[in-house]
């Protein structure tokens, strides 16, 4: 009895060590094992049609016409947003080059700026800005590898997304074969969890499009170049925590504020600061949490502060994690309660 007693003790330690070993192995893939299972669970009713219907039960196949079909509508609109934006920086940078660089520029801005807010504000003003962009100039290698670098990541999460939805419904089962908890209990997690990951990616996708729509609405009102690319492109920006449209609207007010157009710019910044800013807080809570039953408050803190923990990925984390605990107290006061 004895002997049994120590097996078992050594055997839960060996479990727990290896367990924790494993962790660290896999804990640089995270960010891209959370992205993946999340796409995974978004794209799995486009992977059942194409099971069932297309390639009569072919998961390899279907996972991979999932894919496809996931790159073609996010890479075919990145591609050629993607050209835009590149052949525009060029016109600019030739813009720059051909006329003395960025300098006369930055002087006509901090004239400009001069001219609507305290003087103080905008001293040492040239000197910061030409700073930044000869920084900026030196570092255009660190920005290529970074690019190079997320592509890389991007292959890794198809590739990941890829076995996620082939090889889902097995995991998913030996998962609940291992917990101890009865299926039902296991079921209710893995689908309000599976609730929580369509309603943050969803919602957020929602709160993109109507951020995307506004700031190229408010662009093309206020006279700036281009507004339906830059609202394109603000719509993908403002999925960017801590930095959003933001991305977008300042070199749109740095333009306005380069030729002259103060009133545009002043109205810009307004239009961006308190209609575009805001609706992501208004509609942030309310989508999401609708999605996955828990309060607009909850929701709104889960989210800033996975983001301030775990960064981006913590848009996912902290409501994951928050509709997780909801369930298990849920569970505990319908069957664990004395």
């Known amino acids: 009895m004895k002997a049994r007693v120590m097996e078992k003790n050594f055997f839960y330690s060996l479990l727990i060590l290896v367990g924790i070993l494993c962790s660290v192995v896999f804990w640089p893939f995270l960010t891209t094992l959370i992205v993946s299972i999340s796409l995974s669970v978004v794209l799995y009713p486009i992977y059942t049609f194409f099971n069932n219907k297309v390639t009569n039960n072919t998961p390899w196949l279907s996972s991979l016409l999932t894919i496809v079909c996931f790159v073609i509508v996010l890479g075919v609109p990145a591609f050629f947003i993607g050209g835009m934006v590149f052949d525009q920086a060029q016109e600019l940078y030739a813009t720059f080059t051909s006329h003395g660089g960025s300098q006369p ?60 939805l082939k090889d889902g419904h ?19 997690i893995l689908t309000k969890l599976s609730r929580a990951v369509n309603g943050v990616m969803k919602g957020y996708l929602l709160i993109a499009l109507v951020q995307g729509l506004l700031m190229g609405v408010g662009l093309w009102i206020f006279g700036v170049p281009n507004p339906a690319l830059w609202g394109i492109f603000a719509g993908i920006a403002s999925m960017v925590p801590s930095v959003g449209t933001a ?34 807080n208004i509609l942030n809570p309310v989508v999401v949490g609708k999605k996955i039953d828990l309060h607009p408050l909850i929701i709104l803190f889960s989210v800033l502060g996975g983001i301030s923990l775990m960064g ?16 298990l107290l849920t569970i505990y006061k319908e069957h664990f309660k004395l």
């Open 312 to 327: 981006a990925v913590g848009v996912l984390i902290g409501p994951l994690l928050v509709s997780l605990l909801y369930t």
């Open 105 to 164: 520029y930055i002087a006509q801005l901090s004239t400009t700026l001069s001219k609507v807010v305290p003087i103080e504000m905008v001293s040492g003003l040239e000197e910061k800005l030409a700073n930044a962009v000869t920084s900026l100039s030196k570092n255009v290698a660190t920005i290529f590898t970074s690019t190079i670098s997320t592509l890389l990541g991007f292959l890794l999460v198809l590739l990941s997304l890829f076995y996620f």
């Open 247 to 280: 991305l977008v609207a300042l070199p749109a007010i740095g333009y306005l504020a380069l030729v002259g157009d103060t009133f545009g710019m002043v109205g810009l910044s307004l239009w961006a600061l308190v209609l575009v800013g805001t609706i992501d």
């Open 170 to 188: 097995h995991w998913r089962g030996t998962l609940m074969e291992i917990s101890p908890l009865s299926d039902e209990y296991d079921e209710k």
